[in-house]
């Protein structure tokens, strides 16, 4: 018996950048498309600043589990200074994927050795925040990020990521999130182009 | 309408097709999204008529509540952990009364130490306090749990509560089918006080009764909640009817009809229990689970034929009796009185502690393998307990348990930068 | 035409009501009244909260056009007016927990207001300890919601169904059972206790006033001003408790009446927070005069005396009559 593939995502930010809102856009994302999806954090007291993980789960079929990601398939950090201060890779799987907001490449952030033991174009770092920025007038990654994901993993495609981006926050903060968000997408899929990486949404939507 | 949202999101608004008359709201995490949710709900006119309250503490928000429900006006609030305490003399009040109220309650941890995370103990602490209590797997049937528990509330005119894990459930989004107005319009009429505060009809209510009466009406509380034995049961019924899926009931069993092991639980966990459960059918093993939906009344019956036929009882209970040990398998023990089959308590999951399907796995071989006693403690540091116990032993002031302990894992700012 | 008269108070009313044309009678006089706490209760004799509720109730029911709902603290007054299966109250009543009418009785107003009977009245009360203590929470909320609920709040300055134990609304030098005036106290201490009217006032509530039920007139008019707006409204009424004073059944008007004219109490309204009216000492008397017809007090007479505390008293009585003007009309 086939078991229902289920991708699993572990968001690693500081409260107050968004990476409950972002486990939770993936999630509506993924229904979307007509798909299963779980989305929760790991809890705190409300405080800015702090790490905060949250999580996220696409399946063909119901989910059932409640227990936190362990061996998340893909990781989205929106924030660089967690990288030596939290450990952000726990448990992530070989086939895995990385990807990181930050204008600096994954080696000069000492993550060299992290990104080769993942596959090839598996790990990527982009300037999330200065897309943000020039969008909204702000350097809030995370759903700029989404954009980005989508575009590496493959598990999601654009259009239903901006909806879900739309609907949640209000013009002109959606427009702008959702421009941002596709900005990365593009930006990601000609990273990945001009590695010669295979196009993700083709090939990474059937992994069983 | 199927959609993509938190479970606080899906309980406030099903809670708002219900109409309350009177909603009542004092914050504590993790139930705030929910009467936050109704707050707008009300304001923009979604909800209306509806007075929402926002009072000075959970003592005043239950006791609005008895005032409002006297008064003939459907009512309701939410609550958690130290909330639930904290209006605990009302809640006695509420049912001995015999007033329909529903209450969600989040379920976090009681301090001390202070722990806003999920577990059972605080509607664990008020299970003799009277309320029915019904526990949420998930949030499609947190949310369908409110329409039933409002029908339930007011055909035996005693309050209820509506279970479900704080932070697991209330801050999970996930795909929820949250009733449509008009289904809920049909399947709970309006209500119809059985005691009414009227100035048409004067009438006492919460008089004094002395030794010549008091366990008379005690023990009609308790009729009661036996008689929603039937009523818990015939109203998931007729709810499966009306929105076309199971929902609520007294207790559901997964692949348990022919299992050789049970492993018997209440709210989320259950989610994760079922996915093992399958796990170790592809491998052979007959082995199943129990979900308990109504906590109170305890569906003794139910039980004992759901788990006859079991050679072992495992209790994964997010619990614990101080003193004593498990609180669901003391039930459950009850029920299977007679039977002389193991039941084996496992408190799990206290404070927030995660419960992961890989300890689950390890827990089950284990139950299958006859190794566990009677009282386990899942994933819990042995070595830490030791070693405090230890420091106690040494030292008269050997200061907090909860601060020693986190000054070794690290957490406390005793570390230098 | 105004009619005027003036007769000499001698502790009851039935002097002063016979005299008086119907239409100014209290309603206390009348044989209409409605009896919203009638007789069979279990209260003491010479009860001064069993009198108080009746005023205050016959003169909201009637206010109300017999539309009124009452939440009830536990304490006295609940106890012995519902002995179970009897009950005095011909009102529709609700008596939840000790420290919870407020809050009760802002949910009948709820419930009422969204099923739009707001031609409904509600009225919460207690004792002081119900109110000023483990009431009090519940109290503020209430007032600072501004929720439509006349409190009223019977205080005869301390626990007494639970045996006379000090409140905060206990007056200094009152001897309680765990306020005795032993080991060089007072009494009660001194410089505590909690100004439930001027703490009402501070909520800045559209009504707030002081009574006694020695002038049911007043408190008459008080309650109708009271039921005439709408909002969170309070009434602090003053009521003697011969069993836990130790004063005779038959003192209880007159030390009502006595509180008033020393200026230990003072008789007043406020609106939205600012004194309005004062009701004037219409004959000064010295704190002894009512002091000492009570058993509470009687450590500070006699040979063992405290005249220093009696003094202290007193200061208390004058600061009162400064501070409110009680005695500031010319004509008396």
């Not at chain 1, 739309?166 to 899929?189: I, M, T």
């Not at chain 2, 309320?131 to 339930?152: G, K, M, P, S, T």
């Not at chain 3, 405290?306 to 009585?317: F, K, S, T, Y």
Request: aromatic share 6%; charged share 25%; proline share 6%.
């Amino acid at each position: 018996m086939a078991e229902s593939a289920t991708f699993e995502v572990r968001v690693h930010g500081r409260g107050g950048q968004g990476a409950v809102t972002a486990a939770e856009l993936l999630s509506v994302a993924a229904f979307d498309e007509g798909r299963h999806a779980q989305a929760f954090p790991s809890f705190g007291s409300e405080r800015t600043g702090a790490p905060v993980v949250s999580f996220c789960r696409f399946s063909e079929g119901p989910i059932r589990t409640r227990e936190p990601v362990a061996s998340p398939d893909a990781l989205i950090v929106l924030d660089p200074t967690l990288v030596h201060q939290v450990d952000l890779f726990a448990g992530l799987r070989p086939d895995g994927y990385l990807l990181l907001s930050s204008s600096r490449r994954l080696a000069e952030l000492g993550l060299g050795e992290v990104a080769e033991r993942l596959r090839p174009g598996h790990a990527l770092s982009i300037p999330a925040r200065e897309v943000a920025r020039r969008h909204l007038g702000k350097p809030l990654p995370n759903a700029a990020l989404l954009g980005g994901f989508a575009a590496l993993t493959g598990q999601l495609s654009l259009p239903p990521v901006e909806a879900a981006i739309r609907e949640r926050f209000p013009s002109p903060a959606g427009e702008a999130n959702a421009a941002a968000a596709a900005e990365c997408f593009e930006l990601v899929r000609q990273i990945r182009a001009e590695s010669e990486v295979p196009d993700a949404s083709t090939q990474e939507r059937s992994r069983a | 309408m199927l959609r993509q949202i938190e479970g606080s999101a899906a309980v406030a608004e099903t809670v708002a097709r219900c109409r309350p008359e009177v909603v009542c709201a004092y914050p504590i995490s993790p139930q705030t999204h929910i009467v936050e949710g109704l707050s707008d709900l009300v304001r923009n006119g979604e909800l209306s008529p509806c007075e929402y309250m926002t009072v000075e503490s959970e003592f005043a928000a239950l006791s609005v509540c008895i005032g409002a429900s006297a008064a003939g006006a459907r009512a309701y609030t939410a609550t958690a952990s130290q909330g639930l305490l904290y209006m605990a003399e009302a809640l006695y009040n509420a049912s001995g009364l015999g007033l329909p109220i529903v209450m969600t309650v989040a379920n976090r941890a009681i301090g001390a130490p202070i722990n806003i995370w999920n577990d059972h103990s605080d509607t664990m602490s008020q299970r003799d306090c009277g309320w029915l209590q019904l526990y949420a797997e998930d949030n499609q049937e947190a949310a369908d749990l409110h329409v039933q528990a409002f029908r339930i509330a007011e055909r035996l005119s005693l309050p209820v509560m509506v279970c479900m894990d704080g932070f697991i459930l209330t801050h999970a989004f996930e795909r929820i089918d949250v009733p449509e107005a008009a289904a809920v319009d049909a399947f709970l009429p309006p209500f119809e006080p059985r005691q009414l505060l009227d100035p048409a009809e004067p009438m006492t209510i919460g008089a004094m009764v002395g030794p010549e009466a008091f366990a008379e009406v005690k023990y009609l509380a308790h009729a009661k909640q036996l008689q929603a034995l039937d009523v818990i049961p015939e109203a998931a019924a007729e709810f499966e009817s009306a929105f076309g899926r199971p929902s609520g009931g007294l207790v559901r069993c997964y692949r348990c009809d022919d299992a050789g092991t049970v492993v018997v639980a209440l709210g989320s966990v259950l989610g994760t229990i079922e996915d093992t459960v399958d796990e170790l059918r592809e491998e052979g093993v007959s082995i199943g689970a129990l979900a308990i939906k109504s906590f109170r009344p305890f569906p003794m019956e139910a039980v004992r034929d759901a788990l006859a036929g079991a050679r072992r009882v495992v209790v994964l209970e997010k619990a614990l009796a101080v003193g004593r040990g498990g609180i669901v398998s003391a039930d459950v023990g009850m029920a299977l009185r007679g039977l002389h089959l193991p039941v084996h308590t496992v408190v799990a999951g206290l404070g927030g502690r995660a419960i992961t399907g890989a300890s689950l796995r390890r827990l089950l071989d284990a139950a299958v393998a006859d190794e566990l006693g009677d009282l386990e403690f899942l994933d819990l540091d042995w070595n830490r307990v030791g070693a405090e116990l230890r420091r106690m032993a040494d030292s008269e002031r050997s200061g907090p348990h909860a601060e020693n302990i986190l000054r070794e894992v690290g957490v406390v700012a005793g570390r230098p930068h | 035409m105004e009619q005027r008269v003036r007769f000499y108070q001698v502790g009851t009313n039935a002097v002063g009501n016979r005299l008086l044309d119907p239409g100014r009678r209290t309603v206390q006089a009348r044989m209409d009244r409605s009896n919203t706490l009638t007789c069979g209760h279990r209260a003491c004799r010479g009860c001064g909260e069993a009198l108080g509720a009746r005023y205050v109730l016959d003169a909201a029911k009637r206010a109300s056009g017999d539309k009124l709902i009452a939440a009830n603290a536990t304490g006295c007054l609940e106890v012995f007016s519902t002995p179970f299966p009897e009950s005095s109250w011909q009102l529709p009543w609700i008596h939840s927990l000790f420290g919870n009418a407020p809050a009760v009785a802002s949910g009948v107003a709820a419930a009422l207001r969204a099923k739009g009977r707001e031609d409904v009245r509600v009225v919460g009360q207690g004792g002081d300890g119900g109110t000023v203590d483990i009431g009090f929470g519940c109290l503020s909320g209430m007032f600072e919601r501004g929720d439509d609920v006349l409190f009223v709040c019977y205080d005869n300055e301390a626990y007494m169904n639970t045996g006379v134990q000090r409140s905060g609304a206990t007056p200094p030098a009152a001897r309680t059972a765990n306020t005795k005036p032993l080991g060089g106290h007072p009494g009660n201490d001194f410089g505590q206790g909690k100004d439930l009217p001027r703490i009402a006032m501070a909520h800045r509530i559209p009504y707030v006033a002081t009574a006694t039920v020695a002038d049911p007139h007043d408190l008459e008019r008080k309650v109708e001003a009271a039921m005439a707006v709408h909002g969170a409204r309070y009434l602090h009424v003053f009521v003697p408790c011969p069993l836990g004073w130790g004063s005779e059944a038959h003192d209880t008007i007159k030390l009502a009446r006595l509180v008033k004219e020393t200026g230990l109490f003072p008789v007043f309204e406020a609106i939205d927070g600012e004194v309005v009216a004062v009701s004037q000492i219409r004959r000064r008397v010295p704190v002894e005069e009512y002091l000492q017809l009570q058993r509470r007090y009687a450590h500070l007479f006699g040979e063992d005396g405290r005249p220093e505390v009696v003094e202290r008293l007193q200061a208390m009585a004058d600061r009162n009559i400064r501070e409110y003007g009680l005695l500031d009309e010319e004509a008396r």
